[in-house]
């Protein structure tokens, strides 16, 4: 497989603090990425390093080229979606349809056209008189007819009420994403969003705490759940972290094989919700 | 997940080619209309304003040399003709010139605060090519439609005019002569590309400023050069940057309007023929002008290039 980026010892600093610190990972195609982190943790200054839009240290390849000389070059080829407040609030539907048709040589009017019909959308409105998630509809219909090869989306659906959430991230696998394209994705709402991921990258206080294709989880990370009388064996196993749940103790393991951990109790590959949780507060813990 | 690292971009990296970027430049620049519909309906509002004085005066009080305007001469007739013409672009050209000011003062501002910069960036425009679009727009495209605009708008007046003069409503003033127009026209478009080329480095300074500060653009365009102003009159007794931004005001039109020291102005009929054109575009100010809003321009760019929305 083919790397679409790969980040070598990626350092940014605002002022004295470091936003990212040495982080290194590769994401090759036709993979959907989730890049978890809590708040402040560096996800959103990596994405802008991805996408040219902030100066860094060390190495980036997006696409092949690098994001500070070839900006203009690489927007060609890489869809990006902030939060759904980025579109002028005095852009009209239709004004968006010509505008990304007189500047992207690959948007196919047609498709947004053909998506926008589904919706309540009127072309004549503009965006500020659109609820957000009909703002959200449009942004995603000027994507879907842009034929890029990586889509970075910076929590897309911030905001958005549940059906929204969920309309999005369908069209989005079953009109959009194939095996040549990438997405990118950060969101905080991972429980809703982690059957979609096909790989995750953890990033904390500016550093990579996990980079890893979501079948190789459960071969790396179990969950083990007992009872709290029988945790003091579990525990002697040296889980990275725990935490009680009505009376039940849940313990993830690292590097641990299921027989080892099978006859202590309840045995499970955790969700990537827990493992984010788990790998945030083992790491605050030690 | 990891790989081998590879091209996966669709060519190697290859200039736009011409056409695509006139393209690009052209939506660029319909865009700036979309966004600053006052651009165009500023301009609209003066016109029409300007058709219903033309409507309902009941006449006109200007006098020269003790004589009325109802009984002037032939050739003085036509000179209405010169002055009605100048006088309705250069009122269109002020109402347009305050709308421009603030556009490039808002420009690359606007889109920050807004956070809009992060939808413009997702899309392969360049930000040499987003600056430069909204730079013609306002030192090229907005005096061009006004040049139209205002000899439309007064031929439309001058008909009104006329057909009132006809039914006895007001006096006839005037006599039509397409030389004398023609030569009107002449004067106002060669008047509106020095004004764009004298100018320019204001708009670019704009919009520098514009990409620059964090806020209140206009603020920043005003306070630092009126402080400048009376803290080099209260330190240093001088009047040096005061004299500079009068003279990056209207300098030229004084180049245009001299020669040899002499002013050579002798009615608006005759423009075409006394003012001082070479001078005027030959001043080295001028160019030198040219080349800072270029330079200008150039760091606006550079500077929006890592500007988001924060």
Known sequence: MTAVIEAR??????????????????????????????????????????LGLTPFEGHLSVLGRDPRTQRDELMRDVCFMADVAVLPRWLRVQQALDYCDGVHPRFDRLRALEFLKKTDIQFKSRVRELSKGMVTQLHLALILAIDAKLLVLDEP??????????????????????????ILLTTHQVEEVENLFTDVIFIQRGQVALSSSVEDLGSHYLQLNVSADAAARARALKPFYERELFGRVALFFEGRRAAELAPLGELRTPSIADLFVAKMQGASNA | MNTETASLGTDAPHSVAPQRTRQTLRTLMRREFWEHTAL????????????????????IGVRVNDVSIQHFDAPARILVLNMSQLLWVAVLYIAAAIVGAFIALDCLYAERKDRSILFWKSLPVSDGLTVLSKFLVIVAVAPLGIFLLAGASHLIALGIWQLRAASGAVP???????????????????????????????????????????????????????????????????????????????GIWDVLSHRDGYSVVNGPGKLLNDLNWTAAFTDVDLWLGVLAAAAMLYGAARIRRYRDDT
Request: glycine share 6%; hydrophobic share 55%; with cysteine.
């Open chain 1, 157 to 182: 659906t911030l905001g958005l009420d549940l059906l929204y959430r969920r309309q999005f991230y369908d069209t989005l696998l079953n009109d959009y994403f194939d095996k040549e394209r990438t």
């Open chain 2, 172 to 250: 006839d003033v005037t006599t039509w002569n397409t030389v004398a127009w023609l030569r009107g026209e002449c004067v106002i478009l060669l008047c509106l590309i020095l004004a764009s080329l004298w100018y320019a480095p204001l708009v670019a300074a704009s919009m520098l400023l514009s990409a620059w500060v964090k806020r209140s653009p206009v603020l920043w365009a005003i306070l630092p050069l009126a402080l400048g102003c009376i803290f080099e009159f209260l330190v240093f007794r001088t009047k040096h940057l005061w004299h500079f931004l009068q003279y990056r005001s209207g």
């Open chain 1, 9 to 50: 010892d990626l350092s940014k600093s605002f002022g004295a603090k470091r936003a990212l610190e040495r982080v290194s990972f590769s994401i090759a195609a036709g993979r959907i990425v989730g890049l978890i982190g809590p708040n402040g943790a560096g996800k959103t200054t990596a994405l802008k390093a991805i």
């Open chain 2, 40 to 59: 165009w309906l500023v301009p609209l509002i003066v016109a029409a304003a300007l058709a219903v004085v033309t409507m309902f005066a009941k006449t």
